[in-house]
Nanobody
Framework: EVQLVESGGGLVQAGGSRRLSCAAS????????VGWFRQAPGKEREGVAC????????IYADSVKGRFIISSAAAKNTMYLQMNSLKPEDTAVYYC??????????????????????WGQGTQVTVSS
């Protein structure tokens, strides 16, 4: 059984930083692309970042480029999202998700939630102004 468990959410002031973690069991990161999505109240879930553990390729949403960094520790089967210079509009429930890797992550495929078959339960991040 595949399980993805997020942690690290909480309340942070605007301009601050937070690191989210996603621990996986039942799958091997080397064979998967793993991504972070978020959903703010009243909005659709959107892709934030994705990484292919096999080659380290990454993609980011324009809204977080230069502020967020996605990384993975394959030996720990854990993926991270370092969030810096946080803004109130980053407030959302953050989800990690996994999908079998098709090679380097690029294009729009890995930004779409329908491309992912495995999801965590989400962790709330609230950025206060």
């Amino acid at each position: 059984e595949v399980q993805l468990v997020e942690s690290g959410g909480g309340l942070v002031q605007a301009g601050g930083s937070r690191r989210l973690s996603c621990a996986a069991s039942g799958l091997t990161f080397d064979d998967y692309a793993v991504g972070w999505f978020r959903q703010a109240p009243g909005k659709e879930r959107e892709g934030v970042a994705c990484i292919s553990s096999s080659d380290g390729s990454t993609i980011y949403a324009d809204s977080v480029k230069g502020r967020f960094i996605i990384s993975s520790a394959a030996a720990k089967n854990t993926m991270y999202l370092q969030m810096n210079s946080l803004k109130p509009e980053d407030t959302a429930v953050y989800y990690c998700a996994g999908t079998p890797s098709l090679g380097p992550v690029s294009g729009s495929y890995y930004s779409r939630e329908e491309s992912y078959g495995y999801w965590g339960q989400g962790t709330q991040v609230t950025v206060s102004s």
